[in-house]
């Protein structure tokens, strides 16, 4: 039975289970990779650097139960290689995290084609060729559970996003899609669609005052997760914003020309416009 630190209490969800977690050493990745060590499962912790995993890997000292690889998800092969060393060392694969990916909130007027490249590759082929090469893996084990990494943007088109909502959206289409389609074959596909979660991606901008721990979304994801739910978004402002918006397309229009409105300023200004303030959260049609 795997280690876990003393006063942690072990999930009969997650106890024993095999699972990767891409995008694992850093953000959101990092902290569904600890929880899910808390809860006892064993887990592949996955790092596009080498440097990032051996950090990982030195925070991670007291878990038996964490692995490690440096691995691109913008290359298949490199996907490939870690699913069967998974496979190989632990005997099967029960949970796949494609949690990897990269933000983008940009003017689009200003996007170049690089940029992008750069975001499908990682947050829409990284995703993929995860699907693509555990699905066989799982079909014949009868089960598992994939865990797609969305956004509320993925649900929502939020205005200066374009990159990254047609990404995410991709991603969330795709796993709804995938979920009705494989569900008679013991497969699980569920959607994680976060807003703003404290972690370095915000980098210079600064974390938006709304945004949540890293170690909260983490256990609000993996809860979710544990009940097989379709979508898990988080935090609970995000969901209820999405629920009012889904229902109300007049609302909706109005809270996306102001959110653009206030982005487009912000750009003019000079200073990003990145979170979601609590007058619009009340906005009223």
């Known amino acids: 039975m795997p280690a876990e630190p003393e006063g942690e209490i072990m999930s009969d969800v997650f106890a024993g289970k095999i699972a990767i977690v891409t995008g694992g050493t850093s953000g959101i990745g990092y902290a569904v990779s600890e929880e899910l060590l808390k809860r006892g499962a064993t887990v592949w912790v996955i790092g596009s650097r080498q440097e990032s995993v051996e950090k990982a890997k030195a925070s991670f000292t007291a878990y038996t139960n964490a692995r490690f690889a440096a691995v691109d998800v913008t290359v298949a092969d490199q996907v490939k290689g870690m699913i069967d060393t998974c496979v190989r060392e632990d005997g099967r694969l029960d949970y796949l995290f494609n949690n990897a990916g990269i933000g983008m909130t940009h003017p689009s007027g200003y996007l170049t084609l690089d940029m992008w490249k750069k975001a499908i590759d990682l947050n829409l082929w990284g995703v993929i060729y995860g699907i693509h090469y555990a699905l066989p893996v799982m079909l014949a084990q009868k089960s598992g559970h994939i865990v797609n990494t969305s956004s509320i943007a993925g649900i929502l088109p939020l205005?200066?996003?374009?990159?990254?909502?047609?990404?995410?959206?991709?991603?969330?289409?795709?796993?709804?899609?995938?979920?009705?389609?494989?569900?008679?074959?013991?497969?699980?596909?569920?959607?994680?669609?976060?807003?703003?979660?404290?972690?370095?991606?915000?980098?210079?901008?600064?974390?938006?005052?709304?945004?949540?721990?890293?170690?909260?979304?983490?256990?609000?994801?993996?809860?979710?997760?544990?009940?097989?739910?379709?979508?898990?978004?988080?935090?609970?402002?995000?969901?209820?914003?999405?629920?009012?918006?889904?229902?109300?397309?007049?609302?909706?229009?109005?809270?996306?020309?102001?959110?653009?409105?206030?982005?487009?300023?912000?750009?003019?200004?000079?200073?990003?416009?990145?979170?979601?303030?609590?007058?619009?959260?009340?906005?009223?049609?």
């Open 159 to 285: 205005p200066s996003q374009a990159v990254y909502c047609a990404t995410k959206y991709a991603v969330s289409g795709m796993t709804e899609s995938l979920r009705y389609e494989f569900a008679e074959a013991g497969i699980v596909f569920t959607s994680i669609c976060p807003a703003n979660v404290a972690t370095a991606i915000f980098g210079k901008a600064g974390v938006p005052k709304e945004a949540i721990p890293a170690e909260e979304a983490a256990r609000t994801i993996l809860d979710g997760v544990a009940k097989k739910e379709a979508c898990v978004i988080l935090p609970a402002f995000a969901e209820q914003l999405y629920e009012r918006l889904a229902n109300d397309p007049v609302l909706k229009e109005k809270f996306m020309l102001e959110y653009a409105r206030r982005r487009n300023e912000g750009w003019r200004s000079g200073v990003a416009y990145l979170g979601i303030p609590e007058d619009m959260l009340d906005m009223q049609r």
